[in-house]
């Protein structure tokens, strides 16, 4: 894909960060969906950190061919990163629709540790749904000083959402029913 200058991605950015983030939200508030129950779903939580392993892998390789100068196989790995970062996505979604939540069990400081992992990663997994596509956006229309600017932020944010998310599924796990 040939980087355009002329085009905005400014309202497609706006719009999809709202709808993602508000269809996460929104899942926490629906009751549980009715007449799925017939289907095992418990696969789903492991997909997700799959999913998730990928998308880190994905965002190192990147990062890695990038100090490389190496722009095709960056750009490369940052679209395979959106994809499993996708993939994660609906997974997500059907998941929580489609279930209850699961209630954490550990106890004592591990307790103190989950929540800690799990809070900022929650608040980070909302802020990188505007940072991904940004920093893509600024890439695909060389603006490549803006790029690098919002990417040195982007990256790690990323990176340390897509590792506590498995973090946090190692967790959960033994509690999922």
């Known amino acids: 894909m040939a980087p355009t200058q002329e085009r905005n991605y400014t309202p497609l950015i706006v719009t999809l960060s709202i709808a993602i983030n508000a269809l996460v939200a929104i899942l926490f508030f629906l009751p549980e969906a009715e007449g799925l129950d017939h289907i095992d779903w418990t696969i789903l939580p492991m997909l ?15 990062l890695f061919f990038i100090k490389q100068r190496n722009i095709r196989m960056h750009r490369n790995f940052i679209f395979a990163a959106f994809a499993s970062t996708t993939l994660f996505l609906l997974s997500y979604v059907t998941y929580h629709y489609a279930t209850e939540s699961t ?24 802020a990188i749904v505007p940072l ?42 033994p509690y999922y029913a």
């Open 132 to 173: 991904a596509l940004v920093t893509t956006a600024r890439g695909l229309t060389n603006q490549t000083a803006k790029h690098r600017k919002i990417a040195r932020w982007t990256m790690p944010i990323w990176l340390y959402v897509s590792l506590t998310g498995v973090v946090v599924y190692l967790m959960i796990s």
């Open 48 to 62: 997700n950190a799959i999913f998730n392993s990928f998308t880190f892998v994905f965002l190192l390789a990147a």
């Open 103 to 126: 209630a954490y069990g550990g106890e004592g400081a591990l307790r103190y540790v989950y929540f800690f992992i799990l809070i900022t990663h929650i608040l980070l997994a909302i």
